[in-house]
């Protein structure tokens, strides 16, 4: 089922805090023409709503927590279901636990929706760098970094001209604790996604630029393959 043969592929972005996930996925939306589902984003856009749920999701956010699988997959299952999802989606910072990897799997079988899981791999030094260098429009959630990727203006959004921030969880104290919870409660699902459930690869995140990574992202979706093999660079 995985190669999936009812309702398009799923493309499931992997990695710590910083990999590059969400960089990934919009330039991979643009050649997949899929949706891109980032539960961060979904996450930081229902905060702001300011009502209860939204200040508990505040909370956890600030303090690098993870939110409730609940919450997170009941948000994932509304969204896949509508039907720009029908071709595919990429989902990018989901699932991080292994009982929301167990959740999308049986989804994704139950609809005859193959996927393929991409590790993005980064050292723990490039993180701490990117994290750092790293500004967000609260706005249009347009993310610059300002050293491979600052914007036009200092400290002004290219595309909406809102004034950029750090995001709070981007502050050091609460990057430790992200890459915290990603070792405790993410890393392991690695070896539910390699033990031979759907396809798997594994790929450098750093070094090459964004642009090439996605490129090979895109041809192993296309190839409807796991591509390891074509697109790996490990
Ligand atoms: P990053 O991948 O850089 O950590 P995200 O924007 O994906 O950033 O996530 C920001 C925060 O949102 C996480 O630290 C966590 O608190 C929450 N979050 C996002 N996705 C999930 C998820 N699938 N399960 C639980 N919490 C999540
Ligand atoms: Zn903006």
Redesign the pocket.
């Known amino acids: 089922m995985p190669e999936g043969s009812g309702s398009g592929r799923a493309l499931i972005l992997f990695?710590?805090?910083?990999?590059g996930?969400?960089t990934q996925a919009r330039l991979i939306r643009e050649c997949l023409g899929v949706p891109h589902i980032?539960?961060?984003?979904?996450?930081?856009e229902r905060m702001q709503a300011g009502d209860p749920l939204g200040m508990v999701?505040k909370r956890?956010?600030d303090?690098?927590?993870?939110?409730?699988?609940e919450?997170?997959n009941q948000m994932?299952e509304e969204r896949i279901s509508k039907p720009d999802c029908r071709k595919g989606f990429i989902l990018?910072?989901?699932?991080?636990?292994l009982s929301?990897a167990g959740t999308i799997c049986r989804q994704l079988a139950d609809r005859g929706t193959g996927w393929l899981v991409v590790h993005l791999k980064v050292d723990y030094n490039e993180i701490i760098r990117r994290?750092a260098d790293r500004r967000s429009c609260a706005q249009c959630a347009a993310v610059y970094n300002l050293a491979s990727h600052p914007p036009k203006v200092a400290g002004v959004c290219d595309r909406c001209g809102n004034r950029l921030s750090i995001?709070d969880?981007?502050r050091e104290s609460v990057v430790r604790k992200?890459l915290e919870?990603?070792d405790e409660r993410t890393r392991p699902l690695l070896e539910f996604f390699s033990g031979g459930v759907g396809s798997f690869c594994e790929m450098n995140g750093a070094g090459d630029a964004p642009a090439l990574i996605a490129r090979r992202i895109c041809e192993m979706m296309r190839s409807g393959k796991s591509g390891c093999s074509l697109a790996c660079s490990n």
């Open positions: 990695g710590p805090p910083g990999s996930k969400g980032s539960t961060g984003d979904m996450l930081r999701i956890l956010l303090e690098g927590e993870l939110v409730t699988d919450l997170v994932v990018d910072g989901y699932p991080r636990t929301q994290l995001r969880d981007d992200r919870a990603y």
